[in-house]
């Protein structure tokens, strides 16, 4: 999560790769991968993972993520709500 939140979104995504890989369950290891993916434009990529993040947590959406994860900083909560729209997150 602060990888994406400080734009590294690069190294977020490699690192959420791993998490995901390591436990697949954890469905908050998803958010930050395809929040980077989303920045990325790796659109193809994120598809799977969303996919995936909505069979464990139906009822996520970029709206959800909001109210779910107050971040201190409004730019911080837009730029990641930014990314999970530009992956494919539903809004709400």
């Given amino acids: ?8 979104y690069e190294e977020a995504a490699s690192i959420g790769r791993r998490v995901v890989m390591a436990n697949p369950e954890f469905v908050n ?5 395809i929040a980077a993916l989303g920045h990325l434009g790796w659109i193809e ?3 799977p993972y969303v996919k995936k993040l909505l069979d464990i947590e139906p009822n996520f ?3 959800l993520f909001a109210t779910a994860y107050p971040l201190k900083k409004e730019f911080d ?4 709500m930014d990314g999970l729209r530009l992956a494919g ?4």
Wanted: net charge positive.
């Fill in 1 to 8: 999560m602060a990888h994406v939140i400080k734009g590294d």
């Fill in 29 to 33: 290891g998803y958010k930050p991968l």
């Fill in 45 to 47: 990529e994120a598809a």
């Fill in 61 to 63: 959406t970029v709206q």
């Fill in 77 to 80: 909560r837009q730029r990641y």
């Fill in 89 to 92: 997150v539903p809004e709400g």
